[in-house]
DNA sequence: ATGTCGAAGAATCTTCGA
């Protein structure tokens, strides 16, 4: 029996929260991950993503920015809330799968510094932030294959298009915040020191463009299509050998008041 | 490609973050 798993950064749970319900009455995932919810935990949505069939929920939130949440239709068990680069800031969430298809299953939830628009971390705080992060997320043993169950999954916005055709125009982006060269050899390793296989790449090979995000400023995002492959689905190679098929829900972007980025969901086949 | 969003505090706009 397969398990459907969802990762979105919706911008603002309150806000979209007709969105989500609308998202998740078409594709219905048995779990949802969110970012940038933006809110603090006791004004979460709660009735509503219930009313969704959720009936569990791990909520990571603070007040105003960033902010996770996993939704499930099945029991969540062993709930942490990591706080990296000596940072208290709302950005991960992690849970166990208590029953179900993929029962023990562990999942994290990641929203990674987007890191400022300067990519020099001697000149801007933010993106020194981010690489800091991202250094800590290597070396966090909770991260490494076999650490805790075998069976693991890690989404979330990780804000960085690591491969050439996971942005419109690598050349044109090489400068740019989320596609630098730093970035994309960080996040590489933080793959391969936590022996993660990139669902997305696993089936979809490159030169084959992939994207999540297109960006708000875009006059016409669609025409444009000026996007960037931010946010990810990763498989412990215990989860990676029954993976089925994973689908961009890209009609969301062209939502009203849509977010800017879109949902990945994920079959796994346990 | 410097445009568009959202939250929040003070107010019907400004600032910050993305």
Redesign the pocket.
């Known amino acids: 029996m397969p398990l459907t798993i969802a990762t979105w950064n919706i911008?603002?749970v309150?806000?979209?929260i007709d969105t989500v319900a609308r998202f998740v009455e078409a594709y219905r995932p048995d779990v949802l991950c969110l970012q940038?919810t933006?809110?603090?935990d006791g004004?979460f949505p709660l009735a509503d993503v219930k009313r969704m069939g959720f009936d569990h929920v791990a909520i990571h939130g603070q007040?105003?920015?960033?902010g996770v949440a996993v939704l499930s239709r099945y029991g969540l068990a062993e709930v942490d809330r990591k706080g990296f680069v000596g940072k208290q800031d709302a950005r991960h969430i992690a849970v166990s799968l208590a029953d179900g298809p993929a029962a023990g299953t562990r999942i994290h939830n990641f929203y990674v510094?987007?890191?400022?628009?300067e990519p020099d971390p001697a000149i801007n705080e933010?993106f020194a932030h981010k690489l800091g992060f991202l250094d800590e997320m290597e070396a966090w043993e909770a991260l490494r294959v076999g650490a805790g169950s075998s069976k693991a999954v890690l989404v979330g916005d990780l804000?960085i298009a690591p491969f050439e055709h996971d942005v419109?125009s690598s050349r044109?982006l090489r400068n740019?915040v989320s596609h630098t060269p730093v970035e994309r050899q960080r996040l590489t390793e933080v793959a391969k020191a936590g022996g993660w296989v990139d669902m997305m790449r696993e089936l979809t090979p490159e030169p084959e463009k992939l994207y999540t995000w297109w960006?708000?400023?875009?006059?016409d995002w669609a025409a444009?299509n000026?996007g960037r492959r931010l946010d990810h689905i990763w498989l412990s190679p215990a989860l990676a050998a029954g993976m089925g098929g994973f689908q961009i829900a890209k009609e969301t972007r062209g939502w009203d008041?849509p977010s800017d980025h879109v949902p990945v969901i994920a079959t796994l086949n346990l």
């Not at 007040?63 to 960033?66: A, I, L, S």
């Not at 510094?113 to 628009?117: E, L, Q, R």
């Not at 960006?215 to 006059?219: D, E, F, P, Q, T």
């Open positions: 911008n603002s309150r806000l979209r940038e933006k809110c603090m004004q007040k105003g920015y960033h510094p987007a890191g400022g628009d933010k804000n419109w044109q740019v960006s708000y400023r875009a006059a444009a000026k008041k």
